[in-house]
């Protein structure tokens, strides 16, 4: 049976031609086994542009009691949610969270914090810079990564001048309807500043967001197009978990089909970038999470989410040693 016309063309990607936003919105009208047809692409796209497989863990260092109002965020202070909430983790805690997982073969590991960000003379930031110090003595080949909000440009060359390799800082959606989907407390403006502030510093970022919330299609590939135009260098998806309490409780789940088609076109549309599956792989993709990775993705979080659990280190490791068989690089 011949390609859908549409993925045909689309194998322009694996010659080194652009996909357009236009042609990346013509893809998402693909449906039934076609999606399998797309997958596939996006599988090669990956093997040739973005070969390498890398997964990461964060920690949690700061949780809840957020200022903000994100619609799908537990940590907002804005919703009833009853998670765990604490301040500023010891560095102690943050340094024994590092040493486990680097113990179990990981190399990226990401401090996280809950609130809108810091200003380079805030104490807790201070602390910060201390402990990824301390984190760069013990494991001196340990990605640091930190994803601690909106941050003043000073804030963001002292975090170049401490090791920061990559800062995550997600869009989240289109960003011209962020203020719709996502929050109206902060401006998308100052956490496209943080990025660029970042790069200038030499800060490698960590840029996507989540699948889910009630946006479109168009609204997806708006995002895709902003993390092309922004030339970030992950890209991170979350399939929304609806999380009980916050104003998007009531969201379904996504279908493993659309998720899949979201990160094939992600991978098409980006095509050497490295594209990470977040939260919600375990409940979203339930039986289906090798599709993503065949269908594009090459990281993904291991060891556990912000608020959720997720697959332990071990069983992501066997997983990915079977998924790897579906790979040409394999066979060298
Ligand atoms: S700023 Fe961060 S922690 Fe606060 S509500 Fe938004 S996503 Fe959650």
Redo the contacts with the bound molecule.
């Keep these: 049976m011949r390609l859908h016309p549409d993925i045909e063309r689309a194998y322009k990607v694996l010659d080194g031609e652009e996909l357009s936003e236009a042609e990346a919105l013509t893809l998402t009208g693909i449906s039934g086994c076609d999606i399998l047809d797309l997958v596939s692409l996006a599988n090669k796209v990956r093997d040739k542009f973005a070969p390498e497989i890398v997964p990461c863990s964060i920690i949690n260092a700061k949780s809840?009691v957020?200022?903000?109002?994100?619609k799908?965020?537990?940590?907002?202070?804005?919703?009833s949610t009853g998670i765990e909430t604490y301040e500023l983790l010891e560095p102690e805690k943050i340094i024994a969270g590092a040493r486990a997982v680097y113990n179990q073969g990981v190399r990226t590991y990401g401090i996280v914090?809950?609130?809108?960000?810091y200003e380079e003379t805030d104490p807790e930031f201070l602390r910060i810079l201390e402990c990824m110090d301390a984190l760069k003595k013990e494991f001196p080949d340990l990605h640091i990564c930190v994803s601690l909000?909106i941050l003043t440009e000073n804030a963001a060359r002292l975090l170049a001048e401490h090791g920061a390799y990559r800062y995550n800082m997600?869009l989240?959606t289109n960003p011209e309807r962020y203020a719709e989907l996502?929050?109206d407390?902060?401006s998308i403006v100052k956490k496209i500043q943080t990025i660029r502030s970042l790069q200038k510093y030499g800060v490698t970022i960590c840029c996507g967001g989540i699948f889910g919330l009630g946006e479109n299609w168009n609204d997806r590939i708006k995002m895709a197009q902003a993390c092309r135009d922004l030339n970030v260098d992950g890209i991170p998806l979350n399939v929304l978990l609806p999380i009980p309490g916050t104003p998007l409780e009531k969201r379904p789940i996504m279908e493993p089909s659309e998720v899949a088609k979201a990160f094939a076109i992600f991978r098409l549309m980006n095509p050497a970038k490295m594209i990470k599956f977040a939260a919600g792989r375990e409940t979203a993709m339930k039986d289906f999470q090798g599709l993503l990775m065949l269908g594009g993705m090459n990281s993904m979080i291991t060891g556990g989410y912000?608020t959720t659990r997720g697959r332990s280190v071990e069983e992501d490791r066997v997983f990915l040693a079977h998924l790897a068989l579906f790979t040409d690089h394999a066979k060298h």
């Design positions: 809840g957020c200022s903000q109002n994100c799908f965020c537990a940590q907002s202070g804005f919703h914090t809950s609130g809108l960000g909000g997600n989240q996502i929050s407390t902060h912000l």
